[in-house]
């Protein structure tokens, strides 16, 4: 096979097996590099994970859903949205309860954006039924998420079944490492 019939890659893979010696030399190079890129890579046991994600609670007790979304979440999400940066805006209303996830762009400060959004609430507050609780705006951070959730089942009743969840949950407190143990 003549050397000019081959297509590019082929020109390359007789480059290297003609001449042994480049071949070596680059897969030599290939292990040292990797090899030091595997030992500078920075490794944590828990990296700090940047989610761009903000939340507003708000309690009013006794409400009907339709009752929070029309005097709580219809006032608070369009003044949230208007903020810079929002990728994706959803909100729920339930009994009691109107909560709104705001998702960020990835290279935003969210320490910035909590405190914009907290600023656009306090604009809306005196519109809010006065019975309301005080909306609460919180970051939503990879430490608030469970590591393991357990769940337990008796057929004895509910003050048994509490009695043994404390239990376990003075147990679980004990152990090191462990941040926090709920009980619900």
Same mark, same amino acid.
């Given at each position: ?11 390359? !893979? ?10 070596? @030399?680059?897969? @030599? ?16 046991? !828990? ?117 043994? !969840? ?19």
């Amino acid at each position: 096979m003549e050397y000019k019939e081959l297509n590019l890659v082929g020109r390359i !893979a007789k480059i290297f097996i003609d001449n042994h010696r480049i071949t070596t @030399l680059v897969a @030599l190079f290939l292990v040292i590099w990797g090899s030091f890129a595997y030992l500078t890579l920075p490794r944590e046991q !828990a990296p700090e994970i940047n989610i761009p994600f903000g939340v507003v609670s708000t309690f009013y007790s006794g409400a009907s859903p339709e009752d929070i979304e029309s005097q709580i979440t219809d006032k608070l999400e369009p003044r949230i949205n208007e903020l810079d940066d929002i990728t994706n805006l959803t909100s729920t209303s339930s009994f009691s309860m109107s909560t709104i996830m705001v998702e960020f762009s990835y290279d935003v400060d969210m320490d910035t954006k909590i405190q914009q959004i907290q600023n656009k609430v306090a604009e809306v507050r005196s519109q809010l039924p006065a019975d309301a609780e005080d909306p609460t705006v919180m970051k939503v951070e990879m430490s608030d998420f469970p590591i393991l959730d357990m769940n337990l089942i008796s057929n004895q009743g509910l003050e048994f079944l509490t009695e043994k !969840a404390e239990l376990l949950e003075e147990s679980l407190e004990e152990i090191s490492g462990v941040s926090d143990v709920a009980v619900t």
